[in-house]
């Protein structure tokens, strides 16, 4: 039944309710009324007979002489004795004087002026008994109940309760009718509410809190373990690009399409879920593992071909991360966490698809542990700074140096930066370490600018840094604090930071700019090396990557490079470090180049702030040997002996 029959059912069924209390009620007061009614009137015939009589007294030959002996609108009369109860006079009718002894049975002793009904052969009668003045007599006067009076009474309401009813019955439609509209309205908008807070906007699929759901409500239904649930995450590449160069609607148009393709790639009973940015997940119930493979084929194959938007054709692709109940996990979220692991593996693998295995999990719990550990690290000042010093190659004099960050943990030992500060970008930690190497930094700089004179502090700083956007701020606090030369700070964000949100890092850059603090471009040549965007922003310096610089003397194609790299740097006024200077040729092909500066191993290995101290001491021009100085270096990055978490 439909919630308007319902609520019409109902609400007629209330309102006939308490019609018919109310007429059940205005019948029992009708009845009540009536009985009275009539009650006085009896009383009343009494009185108009006793008061023909002499008031003195009268006999009782005068009193029958005047009692009607005939029936009198159904009334009768009889003399009763006050004192003995005797019936003293008699009616006509037998039929009466019968009646009249059954009432008189029925009341018993009878006193004064009183009233009541008495039940005879199925029939009320009324009676009233009154005190005749001057005499020891009772007149009692009986007529039968005859209805008439009630159904005179109802008579009168009769209409008034038929258009009471009329108007309930009314109301209950037109009530009903508007609850069951307002009821649906809201019905419709809960839903509305609830479909959206469950599914992407743009997609309509399940967002990520379903996805979890799903995955929840397949694994009840498997909950014998039977049977195998696959959770694949999709990463879609290159959204980032098509969003920045051809705009959002472009990027949402694909995304809609991706949706589709996935869907249409799967069974009926697999399911499409919009994890969130670029990623989507699809969760594919009593599968067999041995399938995985072809899935993933599949899957990746709905991509393959070219995605037509407006007049454009794109193609995308994607990896896989997948994981699988209940082999890999037993709950939804853990689920979600090794397809991510999986996914992840295969991204820094290179490879299409990763299905999650154990030996990643424990990879990853080093590295949570590790992370914990740096956050302690930081907190507990047991990070350090080595620096390494940049050549000026026109003076022979050390013109700068490079802070690099060095972490010897408590149990693993030495940890290359490469480790920590992929986990500290991951983790978000990089925010705190770079405030920590920012404020040391120049602070050491403010220390050697009194000593020594000149000399320039280059900071890294990682992509993730370009959004902090109290960077600039900090900065200018320290630089403020320490009274260092804002030119005197210079700081190296790699090219695929600056490229990975160039909105973001443009807004930033212009701000650092703005302070007067010079900005290099690390590992020059390994990322976009679009130098369109050279032009664009606040860039003061670039330096060349040592993948380039360390074989030059035997590379003739790196060689080429660098040379055009410095030409055309000098070409847009940016002074050049090479850095990677292993060896003596090389720094002296980068001094024919007018390279101006230089940085490696061949020169000075990073090292404490207290053995650059001793060398910033020397007068002299120096060209720096290793043996000058105490190697505090000496395990190199990414040597076996540096801690790698799996
Ligand atoms: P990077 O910025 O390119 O730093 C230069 C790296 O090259 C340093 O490695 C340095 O020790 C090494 N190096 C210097 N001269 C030579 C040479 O002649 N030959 C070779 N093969 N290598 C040389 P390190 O210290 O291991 O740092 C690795 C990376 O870690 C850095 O690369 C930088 O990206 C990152 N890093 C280090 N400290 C920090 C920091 O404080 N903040 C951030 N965000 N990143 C840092
Ligand atoms: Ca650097
Ligand atoms: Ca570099």
Redesign the pocket.
């Known amino acids: 039944m439909s919630l308007r029959l319902k609520l019409i059912a109902s609400f007629v069924t209330a309102s006939l309710a308490i019609v018919l209390i109310f007429s059940a009620i205005s019948y029992n007061s009708a009845k009540n009324y009536s009985h009275q009614n009539e009650l006085d009137h009896a009383h009343k015939n009494n009185i108009r007979l006793i008061d023909m009589l002499d008031t003195k007294g009268a006999t009782l030959e005068q009193i029958e002489r005047m009692i009607p002996h005939h029936k009198e609108n159904d009334s009768f009369y009889i003399v009763i004795d006050a004192k003995t109860g005797n019936i003293l006079s008699q009616q006509e009718s037998g039929e009466q004087n019968k009646i009249l002894n059954q009432v008189i049975r029925q009341i018993g002793m009878i006193s004064g002026e009183i009233q009541g009904i008495a039940s005879i052969q199925n029939q009320n009668y009324f009676w009233a008994t009154n005190s005749i003045p001057g005499t020891s007599y009772l007149l009692l006067n009986t007529f039968r109940q005859t209805g008439e009076s009630v159904s005179r009474f109802l008579n009168f309401i009769g209409l008034a309760l038929g258009i009471t009813i009329f108007i309930a019955l009314w109301f209950s439609f037109w009530a009903a009718t508007i609850l069951a509209n307002l009821y649906q309205r809201l019905a419709n908008q809960k839903s509305e509410i609830e479909h959206k807070s469950r599914h992407d906007p743009l997609t309509q699929l399940p967002n990520r809190q379903s996805i979890g759901n799903i995955i929840q409500e397949a694994m009840i239904a498997n909950d014998d373990k039977k049977e195998n649930l696959l959770l694949c995450l999709v990463d879609i590449h290159g959204l980032k690009e098509i969003n920045d160069s051809l705009g959002h609607e472009c990027g949402d148009a694909i995304l809609r399409q991706v949706s589709k393709r996935l869907d249409d790639a799967l069974r009926s009973s697999d399911r499409v879920g919009r994890f969130g940015g670029d990623k989507f997940a699809v969760i594919l119930t009593h599968s067999k593992t041995t399938i995985v493979d072809e899935i993933c084929h599949r899957l990746l194959g709905s991509l393959d071909s070219s995605f037509h938007i407006e007049d454009r054709s794109l193609f995308i692709g994607a990896t896989l991360g997948i994981a699988y109940y209940p082999d890999h996990a037993d709950n939804p979220q853990t689920l979600i966490q090794k397809a991510e692991i999986a996914l992840h593996k295969a991204k820094d693998s290179g490879k299409d698809f990763v299905i999650f295995e154990a030996q990643h999990d424990k990879g990853n719990v080093e590295k949570l542990h590790l992370a914990n550990d740096l956050r302690e690290a930081i907190r507990n000042g047991d990070l350090e700074?080595?620096y390494?010093p940049q050549l000026d190659l026109r003076t022979g004099k050390i013109a700068g140096v490079?802070?690099?960050?060095r972490w010897t943990h408590p149990v693993h030992g030495f940890i290359?930066?490469?480790t920590f500060?992929d986990i500290a970008e991951r983790t978000g930690i990089?925010k705190q370490?770079?405030e920590w190497?920012l404020a040391t930094a120049i602070k050491q700089c403010a220390e050697w600018q009194k000593s020594y004179g000149s000399l320039t502090m280059s900071?890294?700083?990682?992509a993730r840094?370009l959004h902090d956007e109290t960077l600039g701020k900090q900065i200018a606090r320290l630089i403020r604090h320490w009274q260092v030369i804002p030119e005197k700070i210079c700081l190296?964000i790699?090219e695929t930071a600056m490229m990975a949100d160039p909105e973001h890092a443009m807004v930033l850059l212009g701000e650092l700019d703005n302070l007067g603090v010079k900005i290099s471009i690390?590992?020059f040549g390994t990322g976009y090396s679009s130098l369109g965007y050279l032009k664009k922003l606040p860039v003061d310096e670039i330096k060349i990557?040592?993948s380039f610089v360390?074989n030059m003397k035997d590379d003739e194609n790196d060689a080429s490079i660098i040379r055009a790299t410095v030409g055309l740097a000098h070409d847009l006024g940016l002074s050049v470090v090479a850095?990677?200077?292993?060896n003596q040729e090389s720094q002296d092909i980068l001094q024919m180049l007018n390279c101006e500066y230089a940085?490696?191993?061949?020169i000075c290995?990073?090292a404490p702030a207290e053995e650059i101290s001793r060398l910033l001491g020397n007068t002299h021009p120096i060209n720096i040997k290793d043996s000058q100085l105490k190697n505090m270096?000496s395990i190199?990055?990414g040597s076996s002996q540096a801690y790698k978490p799996a």
Do not use: F, W
Request: charged share 30%; proline share 8%; glycine share 4%.
């Open positions: 700074l080595h390494q490079e802070a690099l960050c290359s930066p490469d500060i990089i370490l770079t190497v900071v890294n700083l990682s840094n190296e790699t690390d590992d990557d040592r360390m850095e990677g200077v292993e940085q490696g191993y061949h290995k990073p270096d190199k990055p």
